[in-house]
Antibody, heavy 120, light 110 residues
C-alpha cells in the first residue's frame, strides 16, 4: 500500500532555513510526480510545489518561488523541500502528496503532514 | 495563481443530496479535465474523492460524483450521511503546469 511519511518540521525563527523530507513506499517512486501542499492553522489547502517524475521539471507557487526548492532522490524514494528565508506566514502543516501522473495532474495519496512553525 | 472559488459552507439533511461548486477560469478548470475533489476531516490529511472531473478512486462510495460545465466543476453527494460532514476542496491543473486549490467548503449534515 502507498505510504508517505513526512519529517523535518519544527519551530524555527524568521529568516532561518528548514528541510522537510518525505519517504515514499508501496509504489514505484520514480514513476510519479510529487507535490508539497501546506495548510496554515484553521485555513485551507495551499499548493506549494511539484516535481515531475524524473526530477527535471519543477514548478512553484508565487508565494514560495525563490525561497523554497523541491527535489527528489529516486534511489532513496525520498522527496525534499528546502525552505529558506522563512516567514511567519509559512507556518503550516506541510503535506507531501503523490501525483497520479508522471507530470502535474493531481494528488492522490497524501502523507499525514509535518508542522512547521515560524516564530521569534 | 488565484484560488478557485467555492462556497464557504453548505448543509443538508441525512438522505438528501447536495452540490458544491468550484469556479475557475479557462486557464484551469475550464481548460483541462484534471479537476480533483478532496475530503478532509479535522486534523487529518485530505482524501481523494474524485479525479479527472468525474472518476472515483477505488473504495470511494458511488454516492460521490463529479461533473464540469465551462469554468465550473461540481461535486454532488447523494444520500447524505452523517459521516460525510467534513471540509471539501477542489483542485485543478493549470496552464502553468501548477495546481490550484479552492478555498474549501464546510459541509454540515443537520
Amino acid at each position: 500500500q502507498v505510504q508517505l511519511v513526512e519529517s523535518g518540521g519544527g519551530v524555527v525563527q524568521p529568516g532561518r532555513s528548514l528541510r522537510l523530507s518525505c519517504v515514499a513506499s508501496g509504489f514505484t517512486f520514480s514513476s510519479n510526480a510529487m507535490h508539497w501542499v501546506r495548510q496554515a492553522p484553521g485555513k485551507g489547502l495551499e499548493w506549494v510545489a511539484v516535481l515531475w517524475f524524473d526530477g527535471r521539471n519543477k514548478y512553484y507557487a508565487d508565494s514560495v518561488r525563490g525561497r523554497f526548492t523541491i527535489s527528489r532522490d529516486n534511489s532513496e524514494n525520498t522527496l525534499y523541500l528546502q525552505m529558506n528565508s522563512l516567514r511567519i506566514e509559512d507556518t503550516a502543516v506541510y503535506y507531501c502528496a503523490r501525483d497520479y501522473c508522471p507530470s502535474t495532474c493531481g494528488g492522490d495519496y497524501w502523507g499525514q503532514g509535518t508542522l512547521v512553525t515560524v516564530s521569534s | 495563481q488565484s484560488a478557485l472559488t467555492q462556497p464557504a459552507s453548505v448543509s443538508g439533511s441525512p438522505g438528501q443530496s447536495i452540490t458544491i461548486s468550484c469556479t475557475g477560469t479557462t486557464s484551469d478548470v475550464g481548460g483541462y479535465n484534471y479537476v480533483s475533489w478532496y475530503q478532509q476531516y479535522p486534523g487529518k490529511a485530505p482524501k481523494l474523492m474524485i479525479y479527472n472531473v468525474s472518476l472515483r478512486p477505488s473504495g470511494v462510495s458511488n454516492r460521490f460524483s463529479g461533473s464540469k460545465s465551462g469554468n465550473t466543476a461540481s461535486l454532488t453527494i447523494s444520500g447524505l450521511q452523517v459521516e460525510d460532514e467534513a471540509d471539501y476542496y477542489c483542485s485543478s491543473y493549470t496552464s502553468s503546469n501548477t495546481q490550484v486549490f479552492g478555498g474549501g467548503t464546510k459541509l454540515t449534515v443537520l
